[in-house]
Structures are given as structure tokens and as C-alpha cells.
């Protein structure tokens, strides 16, 4: 797996995630970059999905794991572009309750200054 880091506005990290995010190397390198990112005080992540073939329960971990980092840093992480598979792992775990997605990285941008009212994920 590979990632990428860019800003998406001054306050908001976008992570960009190709490849498979499986147990082992992927699930540690994503929980590094992550934590450098808190580290730095950027603690408003968008996980840019479009480019994840596959994620096993082990990457659902991760992520839901980067999202509480998130949070404890008083941010939030939220996911864009999520293929089929993969948000449909979300959505059978219920964990897309938890953790929002969004067709694009420009509305998970903005939904950190429009932040949308509970209930199950919009893609």
C-alpha cells in the first residue's frame, strides 16, 4: 500500500490511500503517518479512499483506531471517496456510524466547518 499526504485546506490532512490495507506493513505505516500528523498538530484527516482495492478487519481496525487518535488529538477523521467494497465493509460492521464518508475529498473537507447531523453515513 501506498500513501500520500497533502493539505486540503491550511487545517485539514488528506491521506491518500492506494492499495490493499491488510493486517502487517499497511495497517503500521497508516497508524505512523497518522501519528505524525497529530504530532504536528494537524488533527483534521480526511482518509481519501478512492485508490483502496481491499481492506481486511485488521485495516477496519486501524482506521476506526486513527479516528480515536483523532478525536483524543480534538479533531476528527473522516473518509472520502470509498470504493463499493470497502464502504460496504462500513456499513455491515455499522461502523459507517462511527466513522463518515463522503463522495469526494472536497465535501469531507467542508464537512469539518458544516459538520452533518447524526445518522448513518451520506455515500
Same mark, same amino acid.
Given at each position: $500500500?501506498?500513501?500520500?499526504?497533502? #493539505?486540503?485546506?491550511p487545517?485539514? &490532512?488528506v %491521506?491518500?490511500? %492506494?492499495?490493499? =490495507?491488510? =493486517?502487517?506493513? *499497511?495497517?503500521?505505516? =497508516?497508524?505512523?503517518?497518522? #501519528?505524525?500528523?497529530?504530532? *504536528?498538530? !494537524? &488533527?483534521?484527516?480526511?482518509?481519501?479512499?478512492?485508490? @483502496?482495492? +481491499?481492506?481486511?478487519? *485488521?485495516? @477496519?481496525?486501524?482506521?476506526? *483506531?486513527?479516528?480515536?487518535?483523532?478525536? !483524543?488529538?480534538?479533531?476528527? @477523521?473522516? @473518509?472520502?471517496?470509498?470504493? !463499493?467494497?470497502? &464502504?460496504?465493509? +462500513?456499513?455491515?460492521?455499522? $461502523?459507517?456510524?462511527?466513522? !463518515?464518508? +463522503?463522495?469526494?475529498?472536497?465535501?469531507? &473537507?467542508?464537512? +469539518?466547518?458544516?459538520? /452533518?447531523?447524526?445518522? /448513518?453515513?451520506?455515500?
Open positions: $500500500m501506498t500513501i500520500q499526504v497533502r #493539505d486540503a485546506e487545517d485539514v &490532512a %491521506v491518500a490511500l %492506494v492499495g490493499r =490495507l491488510t =493486517l502487517g506493513e *499497511a495497517c503500521q505505516l =497508516l497508524l505512523q503517518r497518522v #501519528d505524525g500528523l497529530l504530532r *504536528a498538530n !494537524k &488533527a483534521r484527516l480526511v482518509l481519501e479512499m478512492g485508490g @483502496l482495492e +481491499f481492506m481486511d478487519s *485488521a485495516g @477496519l481496525g486501524t482506521v476506526v *483506531a486513527c479516528y480515536g487518535k483523532a478525536k !483524543k488529538a480534538g479533531g476528527n @477523521l473522516v @473518509l472520502s471517496s470509498p470504493q !463499493k467494497k470497502v &464502504a460496504d465493509t +462500513f456499513r455491515i460492521t455499522h $461502523m459507517d456510524s462511527v466513522v !463518515k464518508a +463522503f463522495p469526494t475529498v472536497e465535501a469531507a &473537507a467542508a464537512s +469539518f466547518q458544516n459538520p /452533518p447531523p447524526p445518522g /448513518p453515513s451520506t455515500v
